[in-house]
């Protein structure tokens, strides 16, 4: 079976041309040239950009750097505009619209990452929520614990995502790609409060809430990125394939590369198990490539 070229739709990049201040670690994204070079190793042609303008990260990126990163670099990405729900006044009845098809009409084919640690269902990402569901937009979203006042990013909610649900019941329209420690610790049925946020390994046990979150909410999809999608993925090869083949209309494939040292094996993982028959040719082909350019509408790509 022929590999497919994958394409990335959780994308960072250095997007100050190396200039981007190191994080505490010493750690850095990768610049758009670093990334075509790694991209190359893994087997992907395109990536999606994901700034990010929350404070709550380390350092602050524009839709506008995100933007101008794809007109350099055309060939290689896509990108999203991201957003604050605490921009623009602090309301939750800023018009967010209006930011939102701003940037559509500069090509921005989703809104993400967000990363403000607010609750999933208060009023002010209850407005997000609503205009990215009205503007038609995906939003790829990262979650963490309610019960965590410091230290963390990503919007709150507990065991579960009942908050998250919430919004997926009142806005029948929105389309959520999760993603997150959170959001892929549920593929499994022992889940607790204290494993939740983090990468729980073993397997893969009956029940996980993630199922029948993904079988309700037509509109609810996931990118297999970072540590979080990779070890769901590769923690239980068999009970994995049986969620890939199930859900293959609403997966698509992400790296989260944060660093150009990362390591990004869940690339070449899903080349073996279509390479073995454990995933259908199909699923492997929407999974890596096709999805993304559906449910994100990427233009003058097949």
């Known amino acids: 079976m022929e590999k497919v070229m994958k394409i990335d739709v959780h994308a960072h990049a250095d997007l100050c041309g190396g200039r981007e201040i190191p994080r505490f670690n010493g750690d850095r994204f990768a610049t758009p ?3 075509r070079v790694m991209y190359k190793k893994l087997g992907i042609d395109r990536g999606v950009l994901l700034p990010l303008v929350n404070p709550e990260f380390f350092s602050i990126q524009s839709n506008e750097q995100a933007y101008e990163a794809t007109q350099k670099h055309p ?8 957003l604050d729900p605490r921009m623009a ?6 018009n967010f619209s209006y930011f939102i098809e701003h940037y559509k009409m500069l090509g921005a084919k989703g809104v993400g990452e967000l990363l403000p640690n607010v609750p999933t269902d208060g ?7 609503y205009h990215c569901a009205e503007c038609d937009m995906p939003v790829t979203i990262d979650i963490s614990p309610d019960d965590r006042v410091f230290g963390h990013y990503g919007i709150q909610d507990s065991l579960g995502l009942p908050r998250l649900e919430r919004m997926l019941k009142k806005h029948k329209k929105l389309k959520i790609i999760g993603h997150s420690p959170m959001f892929w610790s549920l593929i499994s049925g022992d889940v607790t409060k204290e494993t939740m946020h983090s990468y729980p390994p073993g397997k893969i046990t009956p029940g996980g809430p993630l199922f029948r979150l993904m079988r309700e909410y037509e509109y609810l999809y996931a990118d297999l990125s970072a540590g979080s999608g990779g070890n769901a ?11 890939i083949e199930e859900f293959q209309d609403k997966l698509m494939f992400g790296t989260d590369i944060c660093s150009p040292n990362d390591d990004m094996p869940l690339s070449f993982w ?3 198990v279509a390479e073995k028959g454990l995933i259908s040719e199909t699923a492997y082909k929407k999974v ?3 999805n993304a ?8 790509i097949t």
């Open 288 to 290: 890596c490539r096709l």
């Open 233 to 243: 993925m590769m923690r239980d090869t068999e009970a994995s394939c049986k969620f």
């Open 33 to 35: 040239e670093e990334l």
């Open 270 to 272: 899903l080349d073996d």
């Open 75 to 82: 060939d290689l990405l896509f990108w999203f505009c991201s």
């Open 293 to 300: 350019i559906r449910i994100l509408r990427l233009e003058n």
């Open 123 to 129: 009023e002010l990402m209850d407005n997000l929520f």
């Open 89 to 94: 006044y602090n309301s939750p009845r800023t």
